[in-house]
């Protein structure tokens, strides 16, 4: 009887690590899924939703599924724009709340993503504090501190909390000298009115959206108080001042121009006493003393 | 004392005929390759005249040679502080213009032009771009004009004379010229040597001559800019600098260098000399006016046994020390003191001398008209066509002492060996000129031999090379002899 049980334990074996196994790696990929669907939510939805953090271009999604059912939700997400086409009154009203701004549709969606997504925003708006809150600025008014601090950042001259590049490398702005900034990413004299003044400017300072922006800023993120100097010196920027005209590198080229002038010149000065042709002048000077002869 | 060996030479200015046999004996020998179309480490100027490259005795303009500051010397155009900024462009490079663009013809179009009314020419074409040319100048542009308005009357050496004495030098039928032949003077300071960042030029211990490592030069040019006689040439093909080499392969085989050799003036003398090199940096810090005489001193007498003792302790060979007391060098330099060196003044110590030209009579003017033939033949030194503040400019640091000196010595023995020769000046008199001269009777018949009799032992007194004990030196003569052929050949390119 033993050994028969002995036995009949040992043909199980098998059997139940793999039952066990299988169980953990359906929990494993549940962890794995939700977690996809956080990094999605960073990536293609933060920059206008918040959970729990209040309004940015789109609503705060905290409670959405309160407000409206899974299935209108999940067809929403797959194709904003459709929905909004097919005379939807809700997606309408949506619209208008974000003074015209309509959802793209985010790219890499599919009905899976959408369930993943949608529970994840249920399960987040049951927290107390969703990590998808946001980033709390103050609210507090801006100072001309904040802006020369929010210029010494975009210029580098201050370097980034957590080592990030300074926003001159790429970017040019209004107001600091002839040679400008870098010319990869937009002018960024206007961008606190194209995206929507503080809170839109903070979040996507936040969380980048573009993907050039997130590849250097994902290992790096600025910190509340960088981004609250970030966005008083943008605010003066787009209130001061206007975008460079289309005639910028051609003030590159002519800059470049004096600039190698000047170096020529100060060779000209530092070798004055180098060697010059003594032959030629020789000849030169004494043709011309016959002329006046 | 640290007596060391040097071949010394000797040019005769009063023999030279300005025949540039000497270039051309050169020319085909070393400098018909391509890149050393414009080099003439040998070439005959034209005095007065502005020489090869243009004007290269002004130091204003080349920064050739030393400097004296203070008490310590200096390189004009260079420092260890500059050198560094100055890497790529040395700024007291030449260009080609002031040597010149060297240049062939296109003999082609002798045999191939279509038949026409005109006969067919050569025309020129750059030897550098290959292009027709319009030929503007040359390394004798004024040869044997001694008055051309542009390059005779820019003689950098004119400057000390006065402007009723360049008008005289000047004026028709009173135009003067001699020859002034030039090749390196293996100094014993050079400048070039000194000047090298990449130590590729050196001064070989066992004669002295003076040499460019072809495989250590790296093209920095510095040596161009500082050699005060621009001896130093740089070949644009193989990217290194070149220069005479006083063809040593020849010398260590006995014979005389090519253009000591091919002369047809015979005015050319080489033998050794030995010299004591621990005084060199005090001789080149010498008193302008006391150079000459410094570096007479620096010539120790080969005869002599402390001096022959110390050469034998600083490892000459006996034989180069024998050949040093029968060295023409040593008797023209140091026993006569009638040949100088030309611009000590630039303190590099040429072991080149010359024997200062005379020269004929200034013209009587009579009646309107210009008597150039006069009748005291052997006149007195200081009324010779070509002053002698210009000759001091070139070879005595504008101080005229010594050359006076060698002119009065010159003239003095040819008025004695009228006497002996032609017997139409009295002895009396020839012996009272030997005595205001500084010379003798003996001294005046052994000027008078080694000048106008010599021989070809007599003038080219070549030391044994012992290029064996050379060897020994660096390596074991005999695994050398085992392991070692002739080496490999390989010529110069750019780069390392």
Redesign the interface.
């Known amino acids: 009887m033993i050994a028969v049980s002995r036995r009949s334990f040992l043909a199980i074996l098998p059997i139940w690590i793999l039952l066990i196994g299988g169980q953990e790696i359906r929990g494993d990929e549940r962890a794995l899924q939700a977690e996809q669907a956080k990094s999605f939510f960073r990536q293609n939805c933060m920059s206008c939703h918040t959970i729990g953090g209040g309004r940015l271009t789109g609503p705060d999604l905290k409670g959405a599924l309160e407000r409206k059912d899974r299935s209108w939700l999940k067809r929403f997400l797959l194709d904003p724009v459709a929905m909004l086409e097919s005379g939807d009154a809700y997606a309408a009203k949506l619209k208008k709340e974000s003074r015209g701004a309509v959802m793209p549709r985010a790219a890499g969606i599919t009905p899976q993503v959408a369930d993943l997504l949608i529970d994840l925003i249920e399960a987040e708006s049951e927290l107390e504090k969703s990590e998808f809150a946001g980033l709390q600025i103050s609210e507090r008014p801006l100072t001309a501190i904040d802006v020369e601090r929010g210029r010494e950042i975009f210029l580098g001259l201050h370097s980034l909390e957590r080592q990030g590049a300074s926003c001159i490398s790429c970017h040019s702005i209004n107001g600091i000298g002839g040679l400008g900034g870098g010319l990869l990413g937009p002018d960024l004299t206007k961008v606190y009115d194209r995206l929507q003044g503080r809170k839109g400017l903070a979040t996507w300072l936040a969380a980048p959206a573009t993907p050039t922006m997130q590849s250097i800023f994902k290992p790096h993120p600025l910190e509340s108080g960088e981004i609250l100097a970030l966005v008083a010196y943008f605010k003066e920027a787009a209130e001061t001042g206007s975008e460079a005209p289309p005639s910028g590198p051609l003030h590159f080229i002519l800059l470049g121009l004096v600039g190698a002038v000047g170096v020529l010149v100060i060779f000209d000065v530092l070798?004055r006493?180098?060697?010059?042709?003594?032959?030629?002048r020789?000849?030169a000077d004494?043709g011309e003393r016959?002329l006046h002869r | 004392m640290d007596v060391r060996s040097q071949i010394g030479m000797m040019f005769h200015l009063d023999k030279c005929i300005g025949c540039h046999t000497c270039s051309i004996a050169c020319k085909n020998i070393w400098t018909d390759r391509r890149g050393t179309e414009y080099m003439w480490w040998n070439n005959v100027e034209t005095k007065p005249g502005?020489g090869y490259?243009?004007?290269w005795e002004?130091q204003e303009?080349?920064?050739g040679g030393w400097e004296k500051d203070g008490n310590d010397l200096y390189l004009k155009s260079t420092s260890k502080k500059q050198i560094v900024p100055n890497i790529f462009h040395n700024?007291?490079?030449?260009?080609m213009?002031?040597y010149y663009e060297p240049w062939t013809y296109d003999y082609q179009n002798l045999f191939t032009a279509p038949e026409g009314n005109d006969q067919p020419t050569a025309r020129p074409i750059s030897m550098v771009t290959g292009e027709y040319m319009d030929i503007?100048?040359g390394p004798n542009w004024d040869d044997d004009l001694g008055g051309s308005?542009?390059?005779a009357r820019?003689d950098p050496n004119l400057k000390s004379l006065t402007p009723e004495q360049r008008l005289q030098l000047f004026s028709v039928e009173q135009l003067v010229l001699y020859y002034f032949p030039r090749i390196c003077n293996h100094c014993l300071n050079p400048a070039c040597v000194a000047s090298c960042p990449s130590g590729a030029l050196y001064k070989r211990g066992e004669d002295g001559i003076v040499l460019v490592d072809q495989k250590r030069c790296r093209a920095w040019r510095s040596c161009v800019?500082a050699c005060p006689y621009k001896k130093v040439y740089f070949n644009w093909f193989t990217g290194k600098s070149e220069k005479c080499i006083l063809c040593f392969p020849r010398v260590e085989t006995g014979q005389a260098p090519a253009c000591f050799h091919s002369c047809v003036g015979r005015i050319r003398y080489l033998g050794v000399l030995l010299y004591d090199a621990s005084r060199i940096e005090e001789v080149a810090r010498a008193d302008e006016k006391d150079l000459i005489e410094a570096q007479r001193s620096l010539i120790l007498d080969p005869n002599d046994p402390r001096v022959i003792d110390a050469a034998l302790a600083g490892g000459v060979h006996p034989s180069v020390i024998e050949s040093a007391q029968q060295s023409p060098i040593y008797k023209f330099v140091v026993d006569w003191k009638i040949a100088l060196p030309p611009h000590i003044e630039y303190r590099t110590l040429p072991m080149l001398f010359y024997v200062p030209p005379l020269s004929p009579v200034i013209a009587t003017r009579k009646d309107d008209r210009l008597n150039s033939v006069s009748d005291d033949f052997f006149h007195d030194i200081e009324s010779s066509r070509v002053p002698l503040k210009f000759l001091s400019g070139l070879f005595g640091a504008g101080h005229d002492g010594k050359l006076r000196y060698a002119l009065k010595k010159q003239k003095a023995v040819r008025w004695y060996r009228r006497a002996v020769t032609v017997g139409d000046v009295d002895m009396e008199t020839a012996e009272k000129i030997l005595q205001q001269a500084d010379c003798t009777k003996e001294e005046a018949e052994e000027i008078y031999r080694l000048t106008a009799m010599c021989s070809f032992e007599d003038r080219f007194v070549i030391p044994p090379a012992n290029r064996e004990e050379a060897i020994e030196m660096l390596k074991e003569p005999f695994e050398h002899k085992q392991s070692a052929g002739f080496g490999f050949l390989s010529g110069p390119r750019r780069g390392l």
């Open positions: 070798w006493t180098r060697f010059r042709s003594v032959r030629a020789l000849v004494q016959a | 502005t490259p243009t004007q002004d303009k080349y920064r700024p007291a490079q030449p260009s213009d002031d503007e100048a308005p542009i390059y820019n800019s």
